[in-house]
């Protein structure tokens, strides 16, 4: 069975980290480019980090979002099938439940974070950040 599972989301602190994973089963994530999203509640789907797969032209370049640049970190480590989001400094506008999805073509589109291309989503983690 092909899918996707998010995990280590949880309650958090402001200024706490969490480290979110992307696990996949039934395939291989190496090929894909992997995006994050998150949806709050009463809001629409928010566009958070983008990886490219590792032999994308230009290497495996990566995106985020405005608001978490210099605080998320996304990265993949393709021997264990896993793609991670890494949260630093976390804020309560941070909170919400995150997905992850995968891209067949590899590459993050200039428009990856409407989430148009990506086939295959998680059913999500949720992260809360409150005091």
């Known amino acids: 069975q092909v899918q996707l599972v998010e995990s280590g989301g949880g309650l958090v602190q402001p200024g706490g980290s969490l480290r979110l994973s992307c696990a996949a089963s039934?395939?291989?994530?190496?090929?894909?480019?992997i995006g994050w999203w998150r949806q709050a509640p009463g809001k629409e789907r928010e566009g958070v980090s983008c990886i490219n797969n590792p032999w994308s032209v230009g290497g495996q370049a990566s995106y985020y979002t405005d608001s978490v640049k210099g605080r998320f970190t996304i990265s993949r480590d393709n021997s264990q099938n896993t793609v991670y989001l890494q949260m630093d400094n976390l804020s309560p506008e941070d909170t919400g439940i995150y997905y992850c999805?995968?891209?067949?073509?590899?590459?993050?589109?200039?428009?990856?974070?409407?989430?148009w291309g990506f086939g295959t989503w998680g059913r999500g983690t949720q992260v809360t950040v409150t005091a």
């Open positions: 999805a995968t891209d067949q073509t590899g590459y993050c589109s200039h428009q990856w974070y409407n989430g």
């Open positions: 039934g395939f291989s994530l190496d090929s894909y480019a």
